[in-house]
């Protein structure tokens, strides 16, 4: 008998996934477009809830205010041609601004170098990303038209999370944004080549604050109840939304209706949330759910598994989702048990409802299954979006007029729904939390090695080094005194220690500024308090920021440090309670 065994196999548990209970969820979510804080909306989060009571499943609807942008429409001519496209989420309303034109490529710094752009309107190759407008802003941009593919893709183009604050409002786009398809956009290049660049651009984006729905349920462990894993998805759509995220939230009700069978079994709570906000809010309803309950998830909620654009047709990449390390062993041995592939998995990104890094929770997963490499420009874009560029993305339709029911496949629905199935069960019912501390501090101790010889003489992690030596081995002792525990009381003491440590581990490897905040969602290295090496090395001592960087960076050593001593004494403080 498995580590993962209980009074009912878990094979027999999967075999009550029910492909015609997912595709009716799908669709019946998927017959409106979900604008965050729409009535439409509404109707989905009400058919949720009701079929949760069904369950026998008590839930909870929360209104809330949230700052929340809804695109409108948008008039893009160039050349006194007029040319369709659409305009973005946070980007900015104006009435025929009028520019030149400028190609920029794909917007990177390195792309402007030789350009003037300041009070002009610049054309972008790939989706209309946060930091591709930021770019622009910086460079003096006073527009932007950003070229995708075949179809033009709906985003949100702010790198606030959540609802701003006073302290980050300045930080949302100034300018207005559109996109146009890869064939309109050749021929804007066509015509740039021959001095055709005067261009005007009109958009309407309604931004402000608006009262957006989540829903909270779940059911109750019976040995720990206060404990849980919280399992979440967005009901706010794109267009209808089928994959995105109509076959999520249809994934969730059924893991809910097989679980909610066995909550006897249950030694945890399984904590849903379905969140709005999400597309048009820059996750403002998960980092609402934060805010709001902070100490409860930083003291109680051993894991995030969050669910998205799953059961695609074509979806056949399974190896390439986001994971951290402490997590990854456990999306492996589902995923090798379910399916018979290898994960791999790749490293988060800020996107995706990752509000609870701050309160120390281990993350599973954003989406789960993608499309295989392709050449083409959606693909392309996608694979650096999506995990770590070694798959094709969510699917050509993703965030378009197309994401329609025709775009599911039923088994690979029912596939995905197994793989979340088996991880809830095993994180609600094993002995000891399914969380590899000693994966995570590997995973720290790489990163800092790689900022000590990024930076070399000019700035000393040793000390930092030193303590994580001591606690991987504080960890190693930990791990083999699992290995022999049956002892309930012992096994509690566990779990308790792997909790406290995400609370320091996650943070560590995960947050740059306060752990009560959310960071900007913006691309950022590992253990990213130490991300000031980056301008560091590129400056000297001949000048005075060479100085600022090095006192930032002392402060920053100290709180990595004294974190990491934390988490030690908490492990040896375990190891004696064990041993006694």
Same mark, same amino acid.
């Given at each position: 008998?498995? =580590?993962?065994?209980?009074?009912?196999?878990?094979?027999?548990?999967?075999?009550?996934?029910?492909?015609?209970?997912?595709?009716?969820?799908?669709?019946?979510?998927?017959?409106?477009?979900?604008?965050?804080?729409?009535?439409?909306?509404?109707?989905?989060?009400?058919?949720?809830?009701?079929?949760?009571?069904?369950?026998? !499943?008590?839930?909870?609807?929360?209104?809330?205010?949230?700052?929340?942008?809804?695109?409108?429409?948008?008039?893009?001519?160039?050349?006194?041609?007029?040319?369709?496209?659409?305009?973005h989420?946070?980007?900015?309303?104006?009435?025929?601004?009028?520019?030149?034109?400028?190609?920029?490529?794909?917007?990177?710094?390195?792309?402007y170098?030789?350009?003037? #752009?300041?009070?002009?309107?610049?054309? /972008?190759?790939?989706?209309?990303?946060?930091?591709?407008?930021?770019?622009?802003?910086?460079?003096?941009?006073?527009?932007?038209?950003?070229?995708?593919?075949?179809?033009t893709?709906?985003?949100?183009?702010?790198?606030?999370?959540?609802?701003?604050?006073?302290?980050?409002?300045?930080?949302?786009?100034?300018?207005? #944004? #559109?996109?146009?398809?890869?064939?309109?956009?050749?021929?804007?290049? $066509?015509?740039?080549?021959?001095?055709?660049?005067?261009?005007?651009?009109?958009?309407?984006?309604?931004?402000?604050?608006?009262?957006?729905?989540? +829903?909270?349920?779940?059911?109750?462990?019976?040995?720990?109840?206060?404990?849980? !894993? /919280?399992?979440?998805?967005?009901?706010?759509?794109?267009?209808?939304?089928?994959?995105?995220?109509?076959?999520?939230?249809?994934?969730?009700?059924?893991?809910?209706?097989?679980?909610?069978?066995?909550r006897?079994?249950?030694?945890?709570?399984?904590? +849903?949330?379905?969140?709005?906000?999400?597309?048009?809010?820059?996750?403002?309803?998960?980092?609402?759910?934060?805010?709001?309950?902070?100490?409860?998830?930083?003291?109680?909620?051993?894991?995030?598994?969050?669910?998205?654009?799953v059961?695609?047709?074509?979806?056949? #990449?399974l190896?390439?989702?986001?994971?951290?390390?402490?997590?990854?062993?456990?999306a492996?041995?589902?995923?090798?048990?379910?399916?018979g592939?290898?994960?791999?998995g790749?490293?988060?990104?800020?996107?995706?409802?990752?509000?609870?890094?701050?309160?120390?929770?281990?993350?599973?997963?954003?989406?789960l299954?993608?499309?295989?490499?392709?050449? %083409?420009?959606?693909?392309?874009?996608?694979?650096? /979006?999506?995990?770590?560029?070694?798959?094709?993305?969510?699917?050509?339709w993703?965030?378009?007029?197309?994401?329609?029911?025709?775009?599911?496949?039923?088994?690979?629905?029912?596939?995905?729904?197994?793989?979340?199935?088996?991880?809830?069960?095993?994180?609600?019912?094993?002995?000891?939390?399914?969380? %590899?501390?000693?994966?995570?501090?590997?995973?720290?101790?790489?990163?800092?090695?790689?900022?000590?010889?990024?930076?070399?003489?000019?700035?000393?992690?040793?000390?930092?080094?030193?303590?994580?030596?001591?606690?991987?081995a504080?960890?190693?002792?930990?791990?083999?005194?699992?290995?022999?525990?049956?002892?309930?009381?012992?096994?509690?003491?566990? $779990?308790?220690?792997?909790?406290?440590?995400?609370?320091?581990?996650?943070?560590?490897?995960?947050?740059?500024?306060?752990?009560f905040e959310?960071?900007?969602?913006?691309?950022?290295?590992? !253990?990213?308090?130490?991300?000031?090496?980056?301008?560091?090395?590129?400056?000297?001592?001949?000048?005075?920021?060479?100085?600022?960087?090095?006192t930032?960076?002392?402060?920053?050593?100290?709180?990595?440090?004294?974190?990491?001593? =934390?988490? $030690?004494?908490?492990?040896?403080?375990?190891?004696?309670?064990?041993?006694?």
């Amino acid at each position: 008998m498995n =580590q993962w065994q209980t009074l009912i196999s878990e094979e027999h548990l999967l075999q009550q996934v029910s492909k015609n209970k997912l595709m009716a969820h799908t669709q019946t979510i998927s017959n409106e477009v979900r604008l965050s804080g729409s009535e439409e909306e509404l109707h989905a989060f009400h058919y949720v809830k009701e079929t949760l009571a069904g369950f026998g !499943v008590e839930s909870e609807l929360h209104f809330h205010n949230a700052y929340i942008s809804l695109p409108v429409k948008s008039q893009l001519i160039v050349a006194d041609q007029l040319i369709p496209s659409i305009t973005h989420s946070m980007g900015q309303s104006v009435n025929h601004l009028q520019a030149e034109l400028v190609y920029a490529a794909s917007g990177t710094e390195q792309d402007y170098q030789g350009l003037q #752009v300041v009070g002009k309107i610049v054309l /972008l190759d790939g989706l209309a990303t946060p930091i591709a407008v930021k770019t622009a802003e910086e460079q003096g941009a006073i527009g932007a038209v950003f070229i995708n593919a075949t179809h033009t893709h709906e985003m949100i183009v702010s790198t606030v999370w959540g609802t701003p604050t006073l302290d980050n409002k300045g930080l949302l786009p100034s300018i207005p #944004v #559109v996109s146009v398809t890869i064939g309109a956009g050749a021929a804007i290049k $066509n015509g740039l080549a021959t001095g055709q660049n005067e261009c005007t651009i009109s958009t309407v984006v309604e931004t402000g604050i608006r009262t957006i729905p989540t +829903l909270i349920a779940e059911i109750k462990g019976q040995s720990e109840p206060d404990k849980f !894993v /919280l399992f979440s998805g967005h009901i706010d759509s794109w267009h209808y939304g089928a994959m995105d995220n109509g076959t999520a939230n249809a994934a969730m009700l059924e893991v809910t209706r097989i679980l909610a069978g066995q909550r006897s079994l249950l030694k945890r709570t399984l904590r +849903l949330a379905f969140w709005s906000g999400h597309s048009h809010g820059r996750y403002a309803g998960s980092a609402w759910y934060c805010d709001t309950h902070w100490e409860d998830l930083r003291e109680n909620c051993l894991l995030h598994l969050n669910i998205d654009s799953v059961g695609a047709i074509k979806s056949t #990449v399974l190896t390439e989702a986001n994971t951290m390390r402490e997590t990854r062993k456990l999306a492996n041995e589902v995923i090798s048990t379910v399916i018979g592939q290898e994960f791999t998995g790749s490293r988060f990104g800020r996107s995706g409802d990752q509000s609870f890094w701050g309160t120390g929770t281990p993350s599973l997963f954003m989406g789960l299954s993608e499309q295989e490499p392709a050449e %083409d420009p959606a693909a392309k874009a996608f694979s650096q /979006l999506f995990g770590s560029g070694k798959s094709g993305g969510f699917g050509w339709w993703w965030h378009t007029t197309e994401d329609t029911i025709d775009k599911i496949d039923p088994e690979l629905l029912v596939r995905d729904c197994k793989i979340y199935l088996s991880i809830v069960w095993r994180s609600l019912t094993s002995p000891v939390y399914p969380i %590899d501390q000693l994966e995570a501090i590997n995973d720290i101790e790489a990163s800092v090695v790689d900022w000590q010889e990024k930076v070399g003489n000019r700035f000393d992690l040793s000390s930092t080094l030193t303590r994580i030596e001591s606690l991987k081995a504080g960890l190693v002792e930990l791990h083999d005194v699992m290995k022999t525990l049956t002892d309930e009381e012992k096994l509690t003491t566990i $779990n308790h220690c792997l909790l406290e440590l995400s609370s320091y581990l996650v943070p560590l490897n995960y947050v740059k500024g306060s752990n009560f905040e959310h960071d900007l969602a913006l691309k950022q290295p590992a !253990v990213p308090k130490f991300s000031d090496i980056e301008l560091l090395v590129q400056t000297t001592p001949e000048q005075q920021e060479y100085y600022f960087l090095i006192t930032a960076l002392q402060r920053k050593r100290n709180e990595v440090n004294y974190t990491l001593k =934390q988490a $030690n004494l908490l492990v040896q403080h375990t190891l004696r309670l064990l041993k006694g």
